[in-house]
């Protein structure tokens, strides 16, 4: 592409972008690339802010299309040259997004290209007969035998080459109405060339050349193979999608000791599956990375993967729920904000007893900007008959699920991506709608300290935090317990329903609350809960939440560093509440 088009002339608009990097290497960011994905560093994904030939911050799928399409427009507006690529791969082919966009730029008779790049793969293997489609559309021997011979014709005319071109392309695709019986691009208005094999360079290279001085929309069908090159990838191309440490000889990724929130859930759905015959699992093109894969193979006429579709998944649970069973939906928090309106329309207006799980809720590491899981919380408080819930722990988290599955409401629950922290016996407390855990400081007490002496405390403060921001806050209580302070915790199980006469009683305690979220500040439950306060006199109060900007890629602790919610800004806020 890159010696074809143009760049950034030629403006190259990548679908997700994981893709990217070769992309990123060949337009100045050699010597940076080791910073990938590292604060400060280059991002997983393009990034306008990053090179002129990034158009666009994209990490979410099916947009390319869409974004290509209003970009070529504003050019031909604006008087400006340049062509416009769109590359997209079969997973996200299957958004409905992208369909839209080829609906449009058919309509509209665009010169947009197209380049599909089919590797029967998203981040897990592709479903849906879109995927069966792709794999079938392929050209007949004859077909291909009367192009290359057409094609190596006209090559050799040396001055009526180009307007013949236009008048051999027009041909092609006449005889490809002949020995083909449908083609979904074709319908649409596009031009459609291939399969073409996308490790063959030459070729590859002088299609596109020929695709570049077309004056029409057309679509560059390339199959690859995913990992082609490195063995181990292309055995296991699921697990190489988004992979960690490993040994590059053999291919070994590092593991740890240590359960997740999505390992725990994983092991929690196969245990409920096997209780309960109505649980059914939908995963958006997610199974392995939301911890559905294990339930997959148990139970495979009780799981659904949609494809990259979130709010077909929604709006399928809620069928799914109406026809009597108890629809799971696992989607990451960052793609569940594509189903707003579905959450409200086809979930909690129709009172459908489903259940989501938001695996990556809070701060998410290294993929960034675009898949920070900061705006659920906000998101969906507002809608009438969604409960939501926040889990701190493995026990808290199977608790919860439980009486999910039982209570026959729409319920969310939100989860981060980290390791399950270690029990402490309140977190195994039954579930009491609307109540949270609360966890006196003698949980945290690594040094001699008596009850007496923590009594006799002068400013005793109470930290509210939500269940994925455990880690950080008990950190922050041993710190503050260690300099002479107090502090308890108050874990809100619920963040909505909430029993606000329990809370309000339970703040009333204490000197000064700290609120401890990990979403954003502005709509969020932090900034609510201090008003309930303050309306009943209790103003010494601080919310530590997400501030209303991007936060960029990094660790989890850099994230929160950057965002004001690690251990010593909890610390910071609880002596700031100090009288």
Not at 281 to 301: C, Y
Not at 392 to 415: H, M, N
Request: include cysteine.
């Amino acid at each position: 592409m890159h010696r074809v088009f143009n760049s950034p002339e030629d403006a190259i608009v990548w679908d997700v972008s994981h893709q990217c990097y070769t992309h990123k290497l060949l337009t100045g960011r050699y010597e940076e690339f080791p910073t990938i994905r590292k604060a400060g560093g280059l991002s997983g994904f393009t990034n306008k802010n990053e090179s002129v030939h990034d158009y666009f911050i994209n990490g979410h799928s099916s947009t390319s299309i869409s974004s290509a399409l209003g970009l070529l427009t504003a050019r031909e507006l604006n008087g400006d040259k340049g062509k416009v690529i769109a590359v997209i791969g079969d997973g996200a082919l299957t958004g409905g997004m992208a369909f839209e966009g080829l609906s449009h730029a058919g309509q509209l008779c665009k010169n947009l290209i197209v380049i599909l790049n089919d590797n029967q793969m998203s981040i897990d293997h592709n479903t849906g007969s879109l995927s069966r489609y792709l794999s079938r559309l392929t050209m007949t021997a004859g077909y291909q035998t009367l192009r290359y011979r057409i094609d190596k014709a006209i090559d050799k005319i040396p001055y009526l080459g180009r307007p013949l071109e236009k008048l051999n392309f027009r041909f092609k695709r006449s005889i490809k109405g002949l020995l083909l019986t449908n083609n979904l691009f074709v319908d649409f208005g596009f031009e459609y060339v291939g399969p073409l094999d996308g490790h063959n360079e030459a070729a590859l290279e002088r299609e596109l050349r020929r695709v570049s001085r077309l004056p029409r929309p057309v679509v560059v069908h390339v199959v690859t193979k995913k990992g082609k090159g490195y063995s181990p990838a292309e055995n296991n191309p699921e697990l190489f999608h988004g992979i960690g440490p490993f040994q590059i000889s053999d291919g070994t990724v590092e593991k740890f000791d240590t359960q997740s929130f999505t390992e725990s859930f994983s092991n929690l759905i196969c245990e409920q599956g096997e209780k309960n015959k109505d649980i059914v699992a939908i995963t958006a093109a997610m199974a392995k990375g939301t911890g559905l894969s294990a339930f997959s193979h148990r139970f495979p006429d009780r799981f659904f993967d949609v494809g990259i579709a979130e709010e077909h998944a929604v709006t399928f649970a809620g069928g799914l729920a109406k026809g009597g069973k108890v629809p799971v939906v696992c989607i990451y928090s960052t793609f569940i904000q594509r189903a707003v309106d579905q959450m409200v329309h086809d979930i909690a207006l129709q009172k459908a007893h489903s259940i989501f799980m938001l695996d990556r809720a809070g701060a998410v590491p290294a993929d960034g900007v675009t898949h920070q899981g900061i705006y659920d919380i906000a998101l969906f408080r507002p809608i009438p008959e969604l409960e939501i819930m926040t889990v701190c722990s493995a026990v808290d988290l199977k608790l919860c699920f439980e009486w999910a599955v039982e209570k026959g409401t729409s319920v969310v629950i939100r989860y981060p991506k980290l390791t399950c922290p270690t029990e402490v016996p309140q977190m195994n407390n039954p579930v009491e709608l609307g109540r949270g855990i609360f966890i006196p400081c003698t949980e945290f007490v690594i040094e001699n300290i008596s009850e007496a002496e923590l009594e006799a405390k002068k400013n005793k403060i109470l930290i509210v935090a939500t269940g994925g921001m455990y880690s950080e806050v008990q950190k922050a209580v041993r710190s503050v317990l260690l300099d002479g302070g107090y502090a308890d915790v108050y874990l809100l199980r619920f963040i909505k329903p909430l029993d606000e006469t329990y809370f309000i009683e339970l703040a009333s305690h204490y000197d000064g609350v700290v609120f401890v979220e990990d979403g954003v500040k502005i709509g969020g439950i932090g900034e609510y809960l201090a008003g309930l306060l303050a309306e009943n006199g209790m103003k010494n109060t601080r919310v530590l939440g997400f501030e209303d900007k991007f936060f960029s890629h990094g660790s989890r602790e850099e994230v929160l560093e950057m965002a004001g919610l690690s251990p010593s800004h909890i610390k910071k806020a609880v002596k700031e509440c100090y009288n």
